[in-house]
């Protein structure tokens, strides 16, 4: 209801609000939504949202959607900030805590960004919706096309998690399963939405996944009354949801709700995929394709994120770093987390443990900072990951 404007962040280029876009008109690079900051904060203030419903829409001021009744809910958001006390002390470490993305509708993060596409998508008179998914964006955007009374048209790779590709039928989805990767699927969209008529809801190819995702660092500084924590641990993909917070950060700072410190963003990735830690290793701005991406934590197989430049940006402004862990380490932390502290999580989340793991045994994290692990989803997803 406060949008100005799409800005690129790459070459600033200004795009028209109420609008539909995809990437930048002029170099092709992901757009952000701006927003009147000033309009927001007068009536979106910390004493109000006090009254306000437990889902991320009691941040309407900064989400795009202008008339309310476009909004397409299933009442996503402002999961719990759980303390894991347990785990903390076995780890040496006085206040972790995990944001538990897993109770989220369809028992994944993915379900904030496609409540605001799907929600913009129809303010926009948007019929039919298509996308590349390594799993869990699918669901997410089956059900909230399916609330809309939209087409939702899916690809995925053949060997995506069962329950992704069932619940996606269960909801009334085109699914389409594909040899490849989720940059094949991507392709494909590519090739057919014009003839189609889709509009491509691919991450960060759309403006408003990454808005819905920002809500998360709302919530934090929310939950942790105004007070950021020291480190976040976010298993990285596509990257949107680190990309959102690092957005939110500047937005609330802007509003006058938080100062100008910020946490150390760690980017977590699977070491059979890991395009992000290979560029922040080599020092590089933008991340080669990775070859032969592979990895049991479907979320993570990202060989190649169009949004790398802006993950990167913010793991180097925020002082944090990336980090690989293998597969073996992320599935025995997710019994770990589990049997510590009663949260089944995916493995992308359970692959945040080890790398924090990593960061204390080289003193990069101390024993009373204050940790977040981002568990995205829900392990009841990947039951092929944990059965031998
Ligand atoms: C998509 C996904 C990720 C990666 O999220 P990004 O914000 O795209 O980096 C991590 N975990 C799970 C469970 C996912 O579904
Ligand atoms: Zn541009």
Redesign the pocket.
Known sequence: MNVTHLECAACAARHEARRLHNLCTECGKPLLVRYDLKSAATSLTKERLKERGPDLWRYREVLPVDQAENIITLGEGFTPLVRASRLGTRMGLSHLYIKDEGQNPTQ???ARGMTAAVSMAKELGVKKLAVPS????AGALAAYAARAGMEAHIFMPRDTPRANVIECEQTGAQVTLMDGLITDCGAEVGRRKEAEGWFDVS?LKEPYRIEG?KTMGYELAEQFDWELPDVIMY????????IGMWKAFDEMEQMGWIGSKRPRMVTVQAAGCAPIVRAFESGKRFADEFPNAQTTAS??R?PKAIGDFLILDALRASGGTAIAVTDAELIAATKEIGAAEGIFC?P??AACLPALRKMLDDESVKSDERVVLFN??SGVKYLESFSK
């Open positions: 994944s993060f993915k390594a799993g869990n964006a991450t995702k298993p990285t993909g596509g990257g949107t949801g680190l979320g993570l990202v995916a992308e989340g995205t989803g």
